[in-house]
């Protein structure tokens, strides 16, 4: 009879399942790590692309800067020099009064316009959205595209507007483009054409976040549709209007190519702005450090309604 001797197995040695704990300063590094990974990317950009080139324009303003420094390298300060020879050029006035006049201009029509017809189609009727889809078709055009047909349109000789004056017995010769007391007047209107829909499409959607409720109670208690309006709608829209006057003077007070797609600045510097003035200084006359000068302007101008615009809507938040 055999016998088997069974050997008993050794114990599997045991291993801990329990987390490890992790320090708390080292939880919080590795959260500030995260936080900065995702936040990198953006900040990057802004340094590349918005802040190297405000700094680069800034100390241009204090350098004689000329084609030949491309070549050499050498740009030699200055000090103010430039600066005082802009602010001493009558151009710089002209150009600095026809900006004002243009961007308030444009701010007025466009917001007044844009406005009306917010309110008009917020109410339902046929064809309310298709009518809405096609007032954006200006602002889907590009800038240059616009001021060109406008500048076929606005054409003293064979363009339709005059055509059409002259048909319905409104005389039919004026010189739109070509005159000095009209050429800034045309350019404020078709630009006043092309910021309509940004003004209406976000005011008609600050006024769908008006409770229907106030105008039921305000026409109960006998309130007309102007006071009702006046009294209820404009308040709770004014932060919708803040950041519609805010957008629409920041991209007006620069604008550079319908008025060089329309005039070129002419005749005789009557459309002249700070944003053409910096074209025709830095990339007509090459007088870079000029051109550097009027860019920092527009940029401070900016700046300065971004600060009114933050401001404003941390008192709103308030």
Not at 54 to 63: D, K, Y
Not at 213 to 240: I, M, N, Q, Y
Not at 246 to 256: A, E, N
Request: hydrophobic share 50%; net charge positive.
């Amino acid at each position: 009879m055999s016998t088997t001797t069974a050997s008993a197995a050794a114990p599997l040695p045991q291993t801990s399942t329990a987390p490890k704990k992790v320090s708390p300063a080292r939880n919080r590094r590795r959260r500030k790590l995260t936080q900065w990974g995702f936040i990198a990317p953006a900040v990057i950009f802004m340094v590349l692309f918005f802040g190297y080139p405000l700094v680069r324009n800034v100390v241009m303003s204090f350098q004689d800067y000329s084609p030949s420094t491309f070549f050499t390298g050498k740009a030699p300060f200055n000090g103010t020099a430039n600066w005082s020879n802009v602010f001493k050029d009558e151009l710089f006035g002209k150009a600095l009064w026809h900006t004002i006049v243009f961007t308030i201009g444009s701010l007025i029509g466009q917001f007044c316009i844009g406005l009306g017809l917010a309110v008009f189609f917020s109410r339902r009727f046929p064809l309310n959205g298709l009518l809405r889809s096609l007032i954006l078709l200006p602002w889907l055009v590009p800038m240059v595209v616009s001021g060109v047909v406008w500048r076929r349109i606005f054409d003293q000789d064979t363009g339709v507007l005059n055509s059409f004056l002259a048909t319905v017995g409104f005389g039919g010769h004026t010189p739109w483009l070509t005159s000095t007391s009209m050429a800034l007047v045309s350019v404020i209107l078709v630009n006043i054409w092309i910021g309509i829909p940004f003004n209406m499409v976000i005011l008609y959607g600050g006024l769908q976040e008006v409770p229907k409720e106030l105008h039921e109670a305000a026409s109960l208690d006998g309130a007309s549709a102007w006071r009702t309006f006046r009294s209820v709608t404009l308040p709770l829209l004014k932060p919708v209007i803040t950041v519609v006057l805010v957008l629409g003077f920041m991209s007006t007070v620069k604008i550079l190519d319908l008025v060089l797609a329309l005039t070129d600045g002419g005749p005789a510097d009557s459309t002249q702005t700070l944003g053409t003035l910096t074209y025709q200084n830095s990339f007509v006359q090459l007088d870079f450090g000029a051109g550097a000068v009027v860019g920092n302007i527009l940029i401070l101008i900016s700046a300065v309604f971004a600060v009114f615009y933050l401001r404003a809507n941390r008192n709103e938040g308030k």
